[in-house]
Nanobody
Framework: QVRLVESGGGLVQAGGSRTLSCIAS????????MGWYRQTPGKQRELVAS???????NVSDSVKGRFTVSRDNTENEVYLRMSGLKPEDTAVYYC?????????WGQGTQVTVAS
């Protein structure tokens, strides 16, 4: 059992910055990947960024250069630092942890970017 809790969502002006945090707890093994997906109504959930415990990073082209993913391996936390936010970044952002052949998901946190 793994539990993920996101925080940091809210309303931000276009061009602004905001940081999301996610804390994982439970039966977490030493090698895993944590990251962020986002979803808007009528759209498929899409990968934003992810980072493994060995610092392998994947970042979506749509946010590359604007968003940065980082993590604290000791405390099983992952962060998403967002800057240069655009209205199209508005979505529910979900934290995820993958280990072995299993994936776990947080409840999501809403990010709204106002023009």
């Amino acid at each position: 059992q793994v539990r993920l809790v996101e925080s940091g969502g809210g309303l931000v002006q276009a061009g602004g910055s905001r940081t999301l945090s996610c804390i994982a707890s439970g039966n977490i093994i030493s090698f895993n990947t944590m990251g962020w997906y986002r979803q808007t109504p009528g759209k498929q959930r899409e990968l934003v960024a992810s980072m493994s415990t060995r610092s392998r990073i994947n970042v979506s082209d749509s946010v590359k250069g604007r968003f940065t993913v980082s993590r604290d391996n000791t405390e099983n936390e992952v962060y998403l630092r967002m800057s240069g936010l655009k209205p199209e970044d508005t979505a529910v952002y979900y934290c995820t942890l993958g280990q072995g052949n299993q994936a776990y998901w947080g409840q999501g946190t809403q990010v709204t970017v106002a023009s």
